[in-house]
């Protein structure tokens, strides 16, 4: 017999194709067969208890409540779609979800992105990938509760996103600001002035009129608009450009320290309510701040102060830039009780802190130390936590800042960057090259031009 009928006969390309085609029929059989098991499953349950249990998903997370609509048609009718009520129910609000830079200046809107932003939770870690072409003509002001505050190019509208839902709605012309500056203001105005947002507020009614609150840190102003107004008002009033605000549960918060630093004061800012009539409308009218408690600074030497929320409630923290370079958190509760005590456990949770402070939970990364205050050691220059029960320091990433960290890096120093919104909203990592990064596209309309320029936009509008 000859070797060759010894052999096997191998298939023939149609055999074998025949044979591919049987085994993907097959699998689409059966993942076919367990989504209908699914279905039948889940079409079982009673709709008003498929609806309870998406509450208790949203209560945990926006997109845990979209995975469960998304098991089967039974239970997207009996649970209530997000979309068109992202910004109008704070319960579908993205909370403790925030945009990751990229690094290298990949911004949002960056064609290496192809349209893609992701976002990290705070709480677990997860990232997510998020499909928002818009970012082609619009730059990041800020974010609250996960909801971008942006600005369109071409004619400097300021808009709110729900970067889960896409919902969005427009409030007036960053532009129109120009008009309610001091003549002094006008002579040292440049555009930085007004994007540099400190903090963001807003509500809506019940007949779905937004009304936003942005707090102006280098013009030491607050805007208030709403999404019937044409243009922003500005506060007869103004707030320290000393520290920054902070919003918290639609109201905004405020540190101040009189002229002879003997104490520190807490302002507390409502959102705007109905003002006088313009034109048979109802422009929005700014209170005055209020005053909600007071304690001593620190003496001899008088530390940074800074506003933070952490579980649902506001801390303050007491940060040294020389000396022992301590760090001291407090709960406001306490200080307007007048128990001036510094806390030791925050929910095991890190205080990112520096423009802005995030809460980041120890779940997130590896090297995140639960009850600590991460921040830059002023004299050795690395990203450490300072530990809140032993008050000592332990380096949080690998990487000296003073000579630039190294790429790549951690993503502790992703998050990290997420407190520095004129890094953050250009894709930059801090300390990886300039901390005050320009833009390399759209200059025209992020930057800005002469004033020229500027009073002929508010003059079009």
Same mark, same amino acid.
């Given at each position: 017999m ?5 052999? +096997?006969?191998?298939p023939?390309? #149609? ?15 059966? @993942? ?6 699914v ?8 709709g ?6 998406g509450?208790?998903?949203? #209560? ?6 979209? *995975? ?7 239970w997207?009718? @009996?649970?209530v779609?997000?979309r068109?009520r992202?910004l109008? &129910?704070?319960?579908?609000?993205? *909370? ?5 830079p990229?690094g290298?200046?990949?911004h ?9 932003i992701?976002?990290i939770?705070?709480?677990t870690?997860a990232?997510?990938?998020?499909r ?5 003509? !619009? ?16 004619d400097?509208?300021v ?12 409030l ?8 309610g500056?001091?003549? =002094?203001?006008? +002579? ?14 807003f ?23 709403t999404?019937? &107004? ?17 919003s ?6 405020t540190?101040?320290?009189? =002229?002879?630093?003997s104490?520190?004061?807490i302002?507390?800012?409502d959102?705007p309510g109905p003002?006088?009539k ?6 929005? !009218? ?7 408690a007071?304690?001593?600074?620190? +003496?001899?030497r008088r ?10 409630? %506001?801390?303050?923290?007491s940060?040294?830039?020389?000396g022992?370079?301590?760090?001291e ?16 456990? %925050?929910?095991g949770? @890190? ?7 995030l ?7 590896p =090297? ?5 205050v ?10 450490g !936590? /300072?530990?809140?029960?032993?008050? =000592?320091?332990?380096p949080? #990433?690998?990487?000296c800042?003073? &000579?630039?960290v190294?790429s ?5 120093? !992703?998050?990290?960057?997420c407190? /520095? ?20 596209? +759209? ?19």
């Open positions: 000859p070797p060759s009928a010894n052999r +096997k006969r191998r023939s390309a #149609a055999t074998a194709t025949n044979k591919r085609r049987r085994r993907v029929s097959s699998s689409s059989a059966a @993942a076919a067969s367990e989504s209908s098991d279905s039948s499953s889940g079409s079982l349950l009673p008003d208890l498929v609806c309870l249990i509450w208790r998903a949203l #209560a945990g997370d926006l997109r845990d409540y979209v *995975r469960l609509r998304a098991v089967c048609r039974e997207r009718s @009996a649970t779609s997000p068109g992202g109008q &129910d704070p319960s579908f609000h993205p *909370r403790r979800w925030m945009m990751l990229e290298h200046g990949i949002p809107g960056h064609r290496k992105l192809g349209g893609y992701r976002f939770n705070l709480s870690g990232i997510v990938r998020v928002l072409p818009l970012f082609s003509n !619009h730059c990041v002001l800020d974010s609250v509760d996960g909801i971008l505050l942006l600005q369109r190019d071409e400097t509208v808009r709110l996103l729900h970067p889960f839902t896409g919902d969005i709605v427009d007036p012309p960053l532009a129109t600001l120009i008009t500056l001091t003549p =002094t203001q006008m +002579k040292m105005f440049s555009w930085n002035v007004l994007r540099t947002v400190g903090a963001t507020s509500s809506v009614s019940a007949d779905g009129v937004v009304t936003a609150m942005i707090g102006l840190f280098k013009l030491g102003r607050v805007a208030c608009a999404t019937m &107004d044409q243009q922003w008002r500005l506060s007869t009033w103004s707030i320290s450009n000393g520290w920054r605000p902070l918290f549960q639609g109201k905004m918060y540190l101040h320290t009189p =002229t002879n630093g104490e520190l004061q302002f507390q800012i959102l003002g006088e313009d034109f048979d409308r109802i422009l929005c !009218h700014l209170a005055a701040p209020k005053l909600i007071t304690c001593l600074a620190g +003496k001899p530390p940074f102060y800074y506003l933070a929320e952490c579980d649902s409630e %506001i801390l303050v923290i940060r040294y830039l020389t022992s370079l301590d760090v958190v407090y709960r406001l509760s306490d200080i307007i009780l007048d128990r001036i005590v510094p806390v030791t456990s %925050i929910g949770n @890190a205080l990112f802190v520096e423009e802005r402070v809460s980041v939970s120890s779940r997130v990364h =090297t995140i130390v639960g009850d600590s991460v921040h830059l050691h002023c004299k050795e220059f690395y990203l !936590h /300072y530990q809140l029960a032993t008050g =000592t320091w332990l949080t #990433a690998d990487g800042a003073r &000579d630039g190294p790549p890096c951690s993503l502790i120093y !992703h998050i990290f960057t407190c /520095y919104r004129p890094t953050w909203n250009k894709g930059g990592l801090l300390y990886q090259g300039n901390v005050q990064p320009s833009w390399k596209v +759209k200059r025209k309309w992020r930057e800005g031009l002469s004033m020229i320029w500027n009073t002929s936009i508010v003059t079009n509008l």
